[in-house]
């Protein structure tokens, strides 16, 4: 029987260090980093441009390393 109520989208913990800042959260799983981190933490300095993660504008360092985080999941 389809009762007509989505059923809430499953949500998946996260730990992450943030500017030395350790942060904890639940997240959908397909939730951008991007997104993530202007969304939920309110770090608007990453800027999302492309959102195809070619102009590099959402580049931030993950483990020193790079990473385009419009393309880039918070998981």
């Known amino acids: 029987m389809d ?6 989208r499953p949500r998946i913990a996260v730990a992450l260090t943030v500017n030395g800042r350790r942060v904890a959260a639940e997240v959908e799983p397909r939730t951008h980093l991007g997104d993530f981190l202007r969304e939920q933490l309110n ?9 195809q993660g070619v102009c590099g504008a959402c580049t ?3 483990d020193g390393v790079p990473q385009r985080s419009c393309i880039a999941y918070a998981v």
Not at 3 to 8: C, D, H, V, W, Y
Not at 43 to 51: A, D, I, P, R, S
Request: glycine content about 16%.
């Open 3 to 8: 009762t007509g109520i989505a059923s809430p």
């Open 43 to 51: 770090l608007t300095g990453t800027h999302l441009g492309c959102e």
């Open 60 to 62: 931030v360092l993950v």
